[in-house]
């Protein structure tokens, strides 16, 4: 039974470790994210609520829903859905968050290969 207790009391520890190392993300980011026409400067504002994320995505189409989006440690996926030429066009990112700057791929559903940029958290 003394040994039960004591591994409950080490999973639950580390558990908590592993949610306090969590990023938060929460905040504006900028960057210059590559699409069809070259790069293009981009701003992304982030919600992070526990290990879900919502928020935004600004470029030249306007302001774009961040669905889907999860922050699980310091990793980051989400989507984006627009509409081009009465087209749906789905646009998954996922990344790395490290202090003030994050790597993501962004990765055009049928598209051959993911495109690498770097976000910056911006003051």
């Given amino acids: 039974m003394r040994m039960n207790k004591l591994f409950a009391t080490a999973t639950m520890t580390a558990l908590f470790a592993m949610t306090a190392m969590a990023a938060d993300i929460t905040g504006k980011w900028t960057g210059q994210v590559p699409g069809r026409n070259g790069t293009t400067d981009t701003t992304f504002n982030f919600k992070q609520a526990g290990d879900k994320l919502t928020g935004t995505m600004t470029g030249p189409q306007g302001d774009l829903e961040i669905k889907d989006g999860k922050v699980t440690g310091d990793a980051v996926v989400f989507k984006i859905v ?35 940029f770097t976000l910056k958290k911006a003051s």
């Fill in 82 to 116: 627009l509409e081009f030429n009465g087209m749906m066009i789905v646009i998954n990112f996922d990344g790395t968050a490290s202090g003030s700057e994050m790597k993501m791929k962004r990765m055009r559903e049928g598209a051959p290969a993911a495109q690498e």
